[in-house]
């Protein structure tokens, strides 16, 4: 089973960016579609961003269109999420999830495998 590790989450200004990474071992990556969820105190966790196997398809929340991409690295086995224009509400922990499964890309229950999570903090 693939086990994930979230980096790059940090305290940033309203405006800039961040660029988060999530390594996977222990599984064969390509078979696994993945996304980026995120989680404010006292809110539940939310989709942010997913993406297919090949990494040929992507599908954003609509609050982070047009300043978020997802990418994966199927060479490094690695799934990324550029963050631009940050405002403040984008903070929280973001977490990677995969599933080997077709689902529901947006909704948490569909993914069995999670990272850690990475602190994101935004400041106005």
């Known amino acids: 089973q693939v086990q994930l590790v979230e980096s790059g989450g940090e305290l940033v200004q309203a405006g800039g960016s961040l660029r988060l990474s999530c390594v996977a071992s222990g599984g064969t990556f390509v078979m696994y579609r993945m996304a980026w969820f995120r989680q404010a105190p006292g809110k539940e966790r939310e989709f942010v961003a997913a993406?297919?196997?090949?990494?040929?398809?992507?599908n954003y929340a609509d609050s982070v269109k047009d300043r978020f991409t997802i990418s994966r690295d199927l060479v490094k086995s690695t799934l990324y999420l550029q963050m631009d224009s940050l405002k403040p509400e984008d903070s929280g922990v973001y977490f990677c999830?995969?599933?080997?499964?077709?689902?529901?890309?947006?909704?948490?229950?569909?993914?069995?495998?999670w990272g850690q999570g990475t602190q994101v903090t935004v400041s106005s």
């Open positions: 993406i297919n196997r090949l990494g040929s398809i992507t």
């Open positions: 999830a995969a599933t080997p499964a077709q689902g529901n890309e947006g909704s948490p229950e569909s993914y069995g495998y």
